[in-house]
């Protein structure tokens, strides 16, 4: 049990939620992160999605690393990939159809996402599969962590509103308050996401 | 003025390091070299060739121009006024002039106060000296929107602009983007219902201290080129178009009066701030560009009507010449103001969703001048290889 929680997969787990975060450090996995935030609640189930999808295409890659042949290891982590995103797009479909209808084509094209084609190739076919399983729960995390950062700044000054309920109280509006549209448009998600980048990098100027 | 001089030099040692007001060293240093030259000089060892102007009188010619237009938006904001109240008749030049006087005052002054704030800050944050651009940006940014646009929205707008279209590209002389007509965007596409429309947003309707008229009902003024662009550009009457070269149309503040814009022209070509190839290629492409369409039977405009309407006149003479983001090859700035007066009348007759275009083509041609400089260069120089080759 000591093994499995040992200091090196504690960092796996954590790198990537901070230091090495697949947004705001690598910068991958930028156009979904503009498609789906312009509220709450889908850019929650987007982060969570990607999060499962990585956390066991990771797994299950690591399992068979050593059987699959080098030459055709792409096809073979694409099939593993759509295998799973389909799944998750057949559970949102069931389970949860308002968001699955919000996040349109953005749930088939996390196919596509470029973490974890990025995770794959970078980790899951060199490590074991419990590191593989930190390592992709921990990328998810960190993707969905901007992801709620950027659907939060964006739904409340946009509309207004936190998943749905209504934050900005009647009298602000009353008293010549407006809901910010441009914040309702892609662009402005760009703007947040590169201040969010900003930040990050201030704040860890010294680490680097 | 030695007054002054003296009384600076007097206090100047708190504001050094080490001095009890050394935080406002950047405030004081700025304040100082508004009123005075610096005596500083280039140290020995670089070459530099020193104009007797510097950017911070450049910049104060800006402000000189911009008077004309800006006093004119005054009196046409109080006009404006009574034409809505219907008291035409009681109004008095110097009651109107005093009412849009107070109307536009507040936005002059938070435009200024966010924005040189922020700049303070910064300069003081970075141990630089303060940059003096924004102060033509802050008169500019009142006067390129409605008269009723709420002041927190220009807060917004303004620090928006400062920062994210400015600071972080390295500060004055360094943006791409011209940081008023960034404020101006901000404004358009976030709160698109004060910004533009046939709603309220041009004529302010209530008194200000006892002076002006409160309108008895909710009136509605569309700009001219608002209601051309929503009655698919059915042309003009005489008297609107005389209306709109003397300026007493609703619009944004600075920008009606065709006439008071030229008189700033002039004055910013005859001290050679602006370029007079980029005003004039302005006009150019957009009579160009406004021939055509009247020709395609797009639209039933005259070619130069597009100039005395809307923001054209004073997107082409004061934005479009800011030499920031303007191209900077000779050859260039014909390029890129052609096309800016192309892509404005273009947006304004093909683009039902935006009747006025020259901010869009303005912010677009921003973005492509440095590659016009490019592409200018790069054909100089595969030019002067064939001549040298040739032999």
């Given at each position: 049990?000591?093994?499995?929680?040992?200091?090196?997969?504690?960092?796996?787990?954590?790198?990537?939620?901070?230091?090495?975060?697949?947004?705001?450090?690598?910068?991958?996995?930028?156009?979904?992160?503009?498609?789906?935030?312009?509220?709450?609640?889908?850019?929650?189930?987007?982060?969570?999605?990607?999060?499962?999808?990585?956390?066991?295409?990771?797994?299950?890659?690591?399992?068979?690393?050593?059987?699959?042949?080098?030459?055709?290891?792409?096809?073979?982590?694409?099939?593993?990939?759509?295998?799973?995103?389909?799944?998750?797009?057949?559970?949102?479909?069931?389970?949860?159809?308002?968001?699955?209808?919000?996040?349109?084509?953005?749930?088939?094209?996390?196919?596509?996402?470029?973490?974890?084609?990025?995770?794959?190739?970078?980790?899951?076919?060199?490590?074991?599969?419990?590191?593989?399983?930190?390592?992709?729960?921990?990328?998810?995390?960190?993707?969905?962590?901007?992801?709620?950062?950027?659907?939060?700044?964006?739904?409340?000054?946009?509309?207004?509103?936190?998943?749905?309920?209504?934050?900005?109280?009647?009298?602000?509006?009353?008293?010549?308050?407006?809901?910010?549209?441009?914040?309702?448009?892609?662009?402005m998600s760009l703007i947040i996401v590169g201040c969010v980048i900003w930040?990050?990098?201030?704040?860890?100027?010294?680490?680097? | 003025?030695?007054?002054l001089r003296n009384y600076l030099d007097k206090i100047k040692p708190n504001?050094?390091?080490?001095?009890?007001?050394?935080?406002?060293?950047?405030?004081?240093?700025?304040?100082?070299?508004?009123?005075?030259?610096?005596?500083?000089?280039?140290?020995?060892?670089?070459?530099?060739?020193?104009?007797?102007?510097?950017?911070?009188?450049?910049?104060?010619?800006?402000?000189?121009?911009?008077?004309?237009?800006?006093?004119?938006?005054?009196?046409?904001?109080?006009?404006?006024?009574?034409?809505?109240?219907?008291?035409?008749?009681?109004?008095?030049?110097?009651?109107?002039?005093?009412?849009?006087?107070?109307?536009?005052?507040?936005?002059?002054?938070?435009?200024?106060?966010?924005?040189?704030?922020?700049?303070?800050?910064?300069?003081?944050?970075?141990?630089?000296?303060?940059?003096?651009?924004?102060?033509?940006?802050?008169?500019?940014?009142?006067?390129?929107?409605?008269?009723?646009?709420?002041?927190?929205?220009?807060?917004?707008?303004?620090?928006?602009?400062?920062?994210?279209?400015?600071?972080?590209?390295?500060?004055?002389?360094?943006?791409?983007?011209?940081?008023?007509?960034?404020?101006?965007?901000?404004?358009?596409?976030?709160?698109?219902?004060?910004?533009?429309?046939?709603?309220?947003?041009?004529?302010?309707?209530?008194?200000?201290?006892?002076?002006?008229?409160?309108?008895?009902?909710?009136?509605?003024?569309?700009?001219?080129?608002?209601?051309?662009?929503?009655?698919?550009?059915?042309?003009?009457?005489?008297?609107?178009?005389?209306?709109?070269?003397?300026?007493?149309?609703?619009?944004?503040?600075?920008?009606?009066?065709?006439?008071?814009?030229?008189?700033?022209?002039?004055?910013?070509?005859?001290?050679?701030?602006?370029?007079?190839?980029?005003?004039?290629?302005?006009?150019?492409?957009?009579?160009?560009?406004?021939?055509?369409?009247?020709?395609?039977?797009?639209?039933?405009?005259?070619?130069?009507?597009?100039?005395?309407?809307?923001?054209?006149?004073?997107?082409?003479?004061?934005?479009?010449?800011?030499?920031?983001?303007?191209?900077?090859?000779?050859?260039?700035?014909?390029?890129?103001?052609?096309?800016?007066?192309?892509?404005?009348?273009?947006?304004?007759?093909?683009?039902?969703?935006?009747?006025?275009?020259?901010?869009?083509?303005?912010?677009?041609?921003?973005?492509?001048?440095?590659?016009?400089?490019?592409?200018?260069?790069?054909?100089?120089?595969?030019?002067?290889?064939?001549?040298?080759?040739?032999?």
């Amino acid at each position: 049990m000591g093994k499995l929680f040992s200091k090196e997969n504690c960092e796996v787990f954590s790198n990537p939620l901070n230091l090495n975060n697949p947004i705001a450090v690598q910068v991958l996995g930028i156009c979904s992160a503009l498609a789906v935030t312009s509220q709450l609640e889908p850019a929650i189930v987007m982060g969570l999605s990607v999060t499962v999808i990585t956390a066991f295409s990771n797994v299950i890659i690591s399992l068979i690393r050593k059987t699959i042949p080098n030459r055709i290891r792409i096809i073979v982590q694409l099939v593993v990939v759509a295998a799973l995103v389909t799944i998750v797009s057949q559970v949102l479909k069931a389970f949860a159809y308002d968001v699955s209808v919000q996040l349109s084509v953005y749930v088939g094209l996390i196919i596509t996402n470029c973490i974890l084609m990025g995770r794959l190739e970078a980790f899951a076919m060199m490590n074991g599969p419990w590191e593989s399983f930190l390592d992709g729960i921990g990328n998810g995390l960190g993707y969905a962590l901007i992801l709620v950062i950027v659907g939060f700044v964006r739904e409340l000054l946009g509309f207004g509103t936190l998943l749905g309920f209504t934050i900005v109280p009647q009298f602000c509006y009353d008293n010549g308050y407006m809901n910010n549209g441009m914040m309702t448009m892609p662009a402005m998600s760009l703007i947040i996401v590169g201040c969010v980048i900003w930040a990050h990098r201030s704040i860890n100027k010294e680490e680097k | 003025m030695n007054a002054l001089r003296n009384y600076l030099d007097k206090i100047k040692p708190n504001f050094e390091e080490g001095g009890k007001l050394h935080a406002f060293q950047s405030l004081f240093d700025g304040l100082e070299t508004f009123a005075f030259v610096p005596r500083t000089t280039s140290r020995v060892g670089s070459v530099n060739i020193h104009d007797a102007v510097d950017s911070k009188r450049l910049i104060s010619f800006v402000i000189i121009a911009l008077l004309p237009a800006l006093f004119f938006g005054m009196y046409n904001v109080g006009y404006q006024n009574a034409l809505a109240a219907g008291q035409l008749g009681q109004a008095t030049f110097w009651g109107m002039f005093w009412y849009g006087f107070l109307a536009v005052l507040p936005k002059i002054i938070v435009s200024y106060v966010v924005g040189l704030g922020i700049e303070f800050t910064v300069a003081q944050w970075k141990h630089e000296e303060i940059q003096e651009g924004f102060l033509a940006s802050g008169i500019l940014i009142p006067m390129i929107v409605p008269v009723t646009t709420p002041l927190w929205m220009l807060a917004i707008a303004v620090a928006f602009s400062v920062i994210l279209a400015k600071e972080i590209f390295g500060g004055t002389g360094m943006n791409i983007f011209n940081p008023a007509l960034v404020t101006r965007a901000f404004l358009f596409f976030s709160y698109p219902s004060v910004m533009t429309g046939d709603s309220t947003v041009w004529v302010n309707q209530q008194s200000i201290l006892g002076l002006g008229f409160t309108a008895p009902e909710a009136y509605t003024a569309a700009t001219p080129l608002g209601e051309a662009s929503a009655d698919g550009f059915a042309g003009f009457d005489c008297q609107t178009i005389t209306n709109a070269i003397t300026g007493l149309i609703p619009g944004s503040v600075g920008e009606t009066s065709v006439i008071a814009i030229a008189l700033g022209a002039l004055f910013l070509l005859w001290t050679g701030v602006a370029s007079w190839k980029i005003m004039c290629s302005v006009f150019v492409g957009g009579g160009l560009m406004g021939w055509l369409m009247q020709a395609l039977g797009l639209t039933q405009i005259e070619w130069w009507h597009h100039f005395v309407l809307g923001g054209f006149a004073f997107g082409a003479v004061f934005m479009a010449t800011d030499p920031v983001t303007a191209a900077r090859t000779e050859c260039g700035k014909y390029v890129y103001g052609l096309l800016i007066g192309i892509v404005a009348v273009m947006v304004r007759v093909l683009n039902p969703g935006y009747p006025e275009g020259m901010m869009l083509a303005i912010l677009l041609m921003n973005l492509f001048a440095p590659t016009i400089d490019y592409c200018v260069v790069e054909r100089n120089i595969s030019m002067r290889m064939k001549r040298a080759t040739k032999k």
